[in-house]
């Protein structure tokens, strides 16, 4: 079992950035990959980035790719997502996720990214 711990949320203007952070813990494997998804209200869940922490591999959704990056720090076991050049539209609940083949799926409990026009 794997506990995520979300944090960094809050309430920035447009063009501004923002860092949220997503600390793993538990029953972790080197074979996961770890990414965030977001939900605004009436839209359904949508993917955002991921990394695999073997290798780094990264991954973006078109809607954040060139603004978004995921960097990670393997000594604490956590992953961030580095939002710039932020639009309204990336107003959401984000949650983290925590992603093993054939394992079901962990996620954060969210954190409200609120961008201003």
């Known amino acids: 079992q794997v506990q995520l711990v979300e944090s960094g949320g809050g309430l920035v203007q447009a063009g501004g950035s923002l860092r949220l952070s997503c600390a793993a813990s538990?029953?972790?494997?080197?074979?996961?990959?770890m990414g965030w998804f977001r939900q605004a209200p009436g839209k359904e869940r949508e993917f955002v980035a991921a990394i695999l922490w073997s290798g780094g591999s990264t991954y973006y959704a078109d809607s954040v790719k060139g603004r978004f990056t995921i960097p990670r720090d393997n000594a604490k076991n956590t992953v961030y997502l580095q939002m710039n050049s932020l639009k309204p539209e990336d107003t959401a609940v984000y949650y983290c996720?925590?992603?093993?083949?054939?394992?079901?799926?962990?996620w954060g409990q969210g954190t409200q990214v609120t961008v201003s026009s």
């Open positions: 996720n925590y992603h093993r083949l054939y394992r079901p799926d962990y």
């Open positions: 538990g029953r972790t494997f080197s074979s996961a990959a």
